[in-house]
Every structure is written in C-alpha cells, then in structure tokens.
C-alpha cells in the first residue's frame, strides 16, 4: 500500500451542516504543512445528510475520503475504521465538531518530530456545559479511584500518532474501543501538548446523558477489575456489620430486655438483598463483555467508501 505523509481522520455523526467547514478548515492547514496529505471523513450512522455532504466534498478533492458505516457504531469504532483504511506515516484524530482547531496540528506534528511516537492534547479550557462539566467531573474522580493503572483523564480527543503505534492499536481485537485509553496502554513514547478547546460550531452534542453514563460504565469496567474487588469488599463489611448488630441486640436483650421490631428486620434485609443486587449486576457486567467478546463479531462494517485517488 503506497503510504502518504500525513492522514487526517474524523469522525462524523450528525454533522451535515458541519462537514464544509470542518474540510475547509483542515485543508486550509494541512496544506500549509504538506501537500501529500488525506483527509477520512467516517460518517457513523447518523441518518442525516452528512454522507452526502462528504460526497459533494469527496468530488471537490481527490484527498478527502469517505467512509459510510452500515449503522451506527460508534465514535470509537469509526475512529478504528479510518485507522484502518489510512495511509498516512502519521495520522491525526479528530473530531468533527471543531472543538479541536485545525490551527493544532502544526504544533502536535512539531512536537511529533521531537521523536514521540504518540501526541495527547490537554484542553487549555473546556467549552462544555455545566451539566457535562460536572458530570466529566464526577466521571474523572471514579475512574481515578478504581482504574488499575494511572490514566490521566484530562486527556483531549485530538491526538497525533505514528504508523507503528496505529498498527499496534489495530492489534487489540477486543470490543470496548476507548481509543485514549487504549493508546495509552499500548505504551510507545508518549507526551502531550495543550491546546486550546473551542466552542462547538453548530448544533449541541450528540453525547445524550443515557450515552455518557454507557460510555463510563464502559471506560470503568475496561480497564479495572477493581468494582469486582469492591463487591468482595462490600459483602465482606456487610458481613461484619451484621455480627456486630446481632452480638448488640443480644447484650441488650441480657441488659434490658430489647425485643427488636419488624422495621430493623426489615431494613436489615433491605440492605443485604440490595447489595447482594448490585454485587450481581457487577459481574453481570463482566459476563456480559466476554459474552459480547466471544461471539468474535467484526468491530464495524463499512456500507461504502469512497476513494477517487483510486
């Protein structure tokens, strides 16, 4: 496969009104640096007119690329699927929504040649609402407390990578996809730089609150088994605590003849099939992902693809 210097991937979901602008701008940059570049636009199943407009701009620029998803996969998945179809020696992720500014690729490509291999960005500020700030808050300090290894959670959504950290990425066959996180562990020489996070330039983000709460339980339970260790820890204090109750309520039946009513017995099973609920729902879980793991579906499947170099 003939390589090319540089390749830019984005994700596109529900982005049709985005979409010029987004090419526009990369382009506008990109051509700054080098002129043996390609742009892969994955549209992820969005049910809106954005893979018509990558088509008109597919049409415009023999450099820009698309590729239409069968469904909706996922951004992590999309992200895969271009990884996969790229050519570039180093590769640029995005998303579409222009909160990453073009304007940075000059200065991750900069840092790149210092000789990383890989090439996080942290947000100067984050443009989000209150809600998703306080929500990627609370989100940060969980997996903070039960990831088994020490992720930096700050970590934007635009990253540059070589070639030999995107094949050993394409290497992990398993389905939770959190790119970040994945190219963290994959190890390489990495660092970051900060770069400045835009206002979305249309619309709201497609990140509902029910896809945001999958989206944690899935970043928790991919690279921890610590919540299976938690349920241990939990029925274990449970069970002491239910000793000391018992050994109270017999000392003061000797002292003062305390008959316990149905509303501590109560509680007291309560709570007990309560925890015995969610220390099940835990390891459903993680039965769940190697059900889903075993069955060995393919990661995405691509609909169409366009590619007029060819």
């Not at 506008?28 to 893979?51: A, C, H, P, Q, R």
């Not at 998945?77 to 940075?104: E, F, H, V, W």
């Not at 992902?289 to 060819?310: A, M, V």
Request: charged share 25%; net charge positive.
């Amino acid at each position: 496969m003939e390589s090319v210097e540089l390749s830019i991937i984005s994700p596109v979901y529900k982005a049709e009104k985005i979409v010029d602008e987004l090419v526009r701008r990369i382009v506008e940059e990109v051509s700054k640096i080098t002129l043996d570049y390609e742009i892969i636009l994955v549209e992820d199943g969005g049910g809106d007119n954005s893979w018509a407009k990558i088509e008109e701009n597919c049409k415009i620029n023999s450099k820009i690329k698309g590729i239409k998803l069968s469904r909706n996969f996922g951004q992590h998945y999309a992200i895969t699927a271009g990884l996969q179809y790229c050519k570039g020696k180093r590769i640029i992720i995005m998303d579409c929504d222009l909160q990453d500014n073009p304007a940075s690729i000059q200065s991750l490509l900069k840092k790149m040649d210092e000789g990383f291999d890989i090439v996080f960005t942290k947000r100067i500020k984050r443009q989000h609402s209150i809600f998703k700030g306080l929500t990627a808050k609370l989100y940060n300090y969980l997996i903070g407390v039960l990831a088994d290894r020490n992720f930096d959670v700050n970590t934007g959504s635009m990253i540059c990578l070589g070639r030999n950290a995107a094949d050993a990425f394409l290497q992990l066959k398993e389905k939770d996809r959190l790119y970040i996180q994945l190219f963290k562990w994959i190890g390489f020489k990495q660092t970051y730089v900060y770069v400045e996070h835009d206002k979305r330039f249309e619309g709201k983000t497609t990140y509902s609150l029910g896809r945001m709460v999958s989206l944690a339980v899935q970043g928790l339970t991919s690279h921890s088994n610590k919540l299976l260790k938690l349920s241990i820890y939990l029925g274990f204090a449970l069970a002491c605590l239910s000793f000391l109750i018992a050994l109270a309520i017999v000392i003061l039946y000797f002292v003062r003849g305390f008959s316990p009513g149905w509303p501590s017995l109560f509680v007291a099973i309560s709570f007990a099939t309560g925890m015995i609920l969610v220390s099940n729902g835990i390891l459903g879980l993680y039965l769940g992902k190697t059900f889903e793991q075993t069955k060995d579906r393919p990661l995405y499947i691509i609909e169409k693809h366009i590619d007029n170099e060819k």
